[in-house]
């Protein structure tokens, strides 16, 4: 069951450490939170996984600790130390694949029950519970995250596989996939001082800056050697040369295959202070920063203990939770932003928005259940971004039909809020794709291998603001695949910029089909916040509030901690 821990109960639980080794994999792989003395949850993000070897440096006084045959070992490093840390020994994690049916907020997991009744009469038997997710307690209010999951669990990844494409086939029923954690990761990591040998840790290190939100640590690439076949020769494969900088503390740890990870451990804020710059233009104006600054906020607590479970850490640091850059990526206008809406959040009722954004929109976000395999929720309907002229009432509530929606896409408003921001990209609020057989085939077969020479190809179902949600292809021998869902869509065809899209079939004089042309609206999935709409929005003059009681419909927001 999640737990939360005070400044106190932290400390007890490095106390621990003395006695179990290597008790820090409890927190590593566990959904442990720490409170801050500032009321701040302290979460584990993850840097970078599978690696060989890591190699930093210090920039100012920092504790290294770690496990040495069973003793807690410690030091300080000063500014200029450098570690190189490579995995020497190590075993993978043992891991339980399994496939989830359906999951429920834990306010309703009583039901849950008669979905496992439901499920066994349709004939599957080794269906167990998964609860995920948190509780939190701020200034007398607890957060509660926590979802029951359904699931089935099978000894091999291949079987959760063919179970899933079972469902989908059978009941038209979308599942999802993962693996629980059964055993941790263990291994030992050869560290080097200043490029001599130091010591030998079991499973991780930890580095501590000794001066509370220092940012202390640097990550300097490495060569990543990769062998060339035919001539015998390495290449450097990684030929990235930036270094950057992090805050808060650091641990190299085996993760589950057995590799290195790179975790930071940091409290919300300062998270934030990464994620923010990443994910808008720093520049963009203050209430369109402050709109950014809560939705990201939001989004960091609400995905806590329902993703990367398997892993040594909380969240990634990547667009699947949200692109962290760390200090590195730090701006005086984001941190404003953020100051001056710390601890704020999206709250329906008494559960946390699931406050989604991407880039553009189009002119019309989409409702949240055509695009992913969820629950409809109140706070992510598709909404009308820009002010109807005389003329556009079509675009207000009829963008799923093909004839409106062609309309829509030739004719787009001008007074999209998207498209009038200073950062706004005409050639993604409108775009054009043409793929020829050729690159059909090369784009389909990666994922569909027993469709041949494509012969057509229809939209079978939109959402409300155009999204394809199931697409129908066929083969010149009469081979069919349905595509479902607005992401493997877009990747069936080469990434395409986003799912509202209508098609052009092109076909030769003897009725063959030579291309297929795509013309779309927008950049990303569009739920929730447009973010281009949200500076467009700010330009007009509207406030952080105005703007996301647009974006995240019937929400509130709610202030956590000061």
């Not at 993000?45 to 100012?60: D, F, I, M, Y």
């Not at 060569?223 to 990235?240: E, I, M, P, R």
């Not at 869902?485 to 092109?506: C, M, N, Q, W």
Request: proline letters at 4%; aromatic letters at 8%.
């Amino acid at each position: 069951m999640p737990l939360w821990f005070s400044a106190a109960a932290l400390i007890h639980l490095f106390a621990l450490e003395k006695h179990h080794t290597p008790s820090g994999m409890e927190l590593l792989f566990g959904n442990r939170l720490p409170l801050s003395a500032e009321h701040e949850p302290s979460i584990l993000v993850g840097l970078a996984e599978g690696q060989s070897q890591v190699q930093l440096k210090v920039h100012s006084s920092t504790i290294l600790d770690y496990y040495e045959k069973g003793t807690l070992k410690r030091e300080i490093l000063t500014n200029g130390d450098s570690l190189q840390v490579a995995i020497v020994e190590s075993q993978p994690a043992q891991l339980q694949p399994y496939v989830q049916i359906t999951s429920l907020p834990w306010s309703k997991k009583d039901k849950i029950i008669a979905e496992k009744k439901r499920w066994q009469k349709k004939g599957l038997s080794n269906l167990q519970f998964l609860e995920t997710g948190v509780t939190l307690g701020f200034r007398g209010y607890t957060m509660d995250t926590r979802t029951i999951a359904l699931i089935h669990t099978t000894k091999h990844q291949s079987a959760a596989t063919k179970l899933s494409q079972t469902l989908l086939q059978k009941h038209n029923h979308r599942t999802t996939r993962g693996q629980r954690l059964i055993k941790h990761p263990s291994g030992y990591l050869r560290v080097r001082k200043n490029g001599q040998v130091h010591a030998t840790a079991t499973s991780y290190i930890r580095l501590t800056p000794t001066v509370a939100k220092a940012a202390a640590l640097s990550f300097i690439p490495l060569a990543n050697k990769k062998t060339n076949k035919k001539t015998n020769k390495k290449t450097n494969k990684n030929k990235s040369t930036k270094i950057n900088t992090f805050r808060g503390t650091i641990y190299i740890t085996v993760d589950r295959h057995g590799k290195l990870a790179t975790v930071n451990q940091l409290n919300s804020e300062a998270i934030l202070r990464g994620v923010v710059p990443a994910e808008l233009f720093a520049s963009a104006p203050k209430e369109a920063l402050k709109a950014q600054a809560i939705a990201a906020r939001t989004i960091l607590l609400s995905h806590l203990g329902h993703r990367h479970h398997s892993d040594p850490y909380h969240l990634c640091n990547k667009q699947h939770c949200q692109v962290y850059g760390g200090f590195s990526r730090e701006q005086i206008s984001t941190n404003q932003a953020i100051a001056q809406t710390r601890g704020t959040v999206l709250f329906h009722g008494r559960h946390l928005v699931d406050a989604l954004y991407s880039s553009t929109c189009g002119g019309h976000t989409e409702d949240n259940e055509s695009v992913w395999n969820t629950p409809p929720h109140p706070a992510l309907r598709g909404r009308l971004d820009f002010r109807p002229n005389p003329g556009q009432e079509l675009f207000t509530h009829r963008l799923h039909e093909e004839k409106v929606l062609r309309q829509w896409i030739k004719h787009p408003p001008k007074n999209a809020f998207c498209l009038n921001s200073r950062f706004a990209q005409p050639a993604l609020f409108r775009w054009e794709r043409v793929l020829s057989q050729a690159d059909l085939k090369q784009h389909l077969n990666k994922r569909y291998p027993k469709l041949g020479t494509i012969a057509s190809m229809r939209v079978i179902e939109r959402g409300r603001a155009g999204k394809v949600k199931k697409l129908e292809i066929i083969d010149i021998n009469k081979v069919r695949q349905t595509i479902s869902l607005e992401l493997p869509i877009r990747r069936s065809f080469g990434h395409l910029p986003s799912g509202t899209f209508v098609l052009d079939l092109e076909k030769s004089e003897t009725n063959q089909l030579q291309s297929v042309r795509f013309q779309g609206a927008g950049w990303g999935h569009g739920v929730g916040m447009c973010q281009m709409g949200a500076i467009g929005r700010a330009t007009a003059g509207q406030s952080f509030e105005q703007i996301l009681s647009h974006y995240y419909r019937n929400s509130n927001l709610n202030k956590l901690y000061d």
